[in-house]
């Protein structure tokens, strides 16, 4: 039988499904980015920080004690590993009550502090002190190497994101750390467990070859994943064609988002990302969503 449920069409609507707060390493306060939300005239925001849903009901308070029309969907955006590479796992739709959901977030952070110790134990080895301790004075929710990258750059040890991440935090980085994140497999079933919807985020990001990204894309749905983001800032035109096919192939719906995290970077502003084709499964298709 023909399914004749009205279709949302995601080409006539702005949203956002991938956005940091400084719950995470964004800069915006929760209110903030609805806000710039609000002004960027995009009407449906996902906020997923890091390992994080602490931004979440301030977020929903101030839209509904202001009655600002912004819907707003509970996310979050979870480190994992694959066999391929460490990857991100956007959970959209989520119910942060779920008791599985709190326990992978608790251990995440906890072993992101471990992290930043050990990335703090190796810059003091190559002469660069105080790093952590300076961050630790600002209240920090969940430590990223965003926090190291803007504290180094701050202090004179390199000039710009690039560069602190090619000498210090990136692979070949002197204060290189190896993750021990939660599998794939697991935080796909928690997001699961707490009703979301598990999206593999930014794939083209992954230092992997394409090889290597098809079949990571491939074990992300046999693990039980069910979308891939195939738009986002600086994703060219041929990639984007390239991952709508591996999308079609492995039977996933589309999202997109600007992965926004500073309001300088206009390139990744708010709802700013090419849009998806019209008619293909989306991710809109199966969230519960009051329009
Ligand atoms: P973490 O999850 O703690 O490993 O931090 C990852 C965050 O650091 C990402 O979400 C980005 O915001 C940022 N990041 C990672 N790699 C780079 C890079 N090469 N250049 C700039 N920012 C990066
Ligand atoms: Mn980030
Ligand atoms: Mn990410
Ligand atoms: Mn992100």
């Avoid at 949203?15 to 002004?39: C, K, M, N, Q, W």
């Avoid at 602490?54 to 509970?74: F, T």
């Avoid at 497999?185 to 467990?193: A, D, F, T």
Wanted: net charge neutral; with cysteine.
């Amino acid at each position: 039988m023909q399914n004749k449920e009205p279709k949302i069409n995601p080409t006539s609507l702005n949203y956002d499904f991938h956005s940091h707060t400084h719950f995470s390493d964004g800069l915006l306060s929760p209110e903030e980015l609805v806000s710039r939300a609000i002004d960027k005239s995009v009407v449906i925001l996902a906020i997923t920080d890091h390992d994080s849903v602490s931004g979440l009901k301030s977020a929903h308070d101030y839209c509904v004690n202001n009655e600002l029309s912004l819907q707003l969907v509970n996310g979050i955006e979870l480190s994992a590993s694959s066999d391929f590479s460490d990857i991100h796992i956007v959970g959209l739709g989520i119910k942060t009550e779920s008791n599985e959901l709190k326990k992978l977030v608790k251990e995440q952070k906890s072993k992101r502090w471990e992290r930043a110790e050990a990335i703090n134990f190796k810059l003091k080895k190559v002469g660069v002190d105080n790093i952590l301790e300076l961050i630790k004075e600002e209240q920090v929710d969940v430590i990223t190497r965003s926090h190291f990258a803007q504290k180094l750059i701050k202090q004179g040890y390199a000039k710009d994101n690039k560069q602190v991440f090619k000498r210090f935090l990136g692979r070949k980085g002197k204060a290189k750390v190896i993750n021990n994140w939660e599998s794939m497999e697991n935080c796909i079933q928690v997001i699961h467990e707490a009703g979301g919807l598990a999206v593999l985020a930014h794939p083209t990001r992954y230092a992997i070859s394409n090889r290597k990204l098809s079949y990571l894309i491939e074990e992300f749905k046999i693990a039980g994943g069910d979308g891939l983001e195939v738009s986002y800032p600086s994703l060219n035109a041929d990639q984007g064609g390239w991952l709508e096919v591996q999308r079609v192939k492995n039977d996933l719906l589309a999202s997109a988002g600007s992965d926004f995290h500073y309001p300088d970077l206009k390139w990744s502003d708010l709802g700013r990302f090419r849009p998806v084709k019209n008619d293909i499964p989306h991710v809109l298709d199966k969230l519960v969503l009051s329009l």
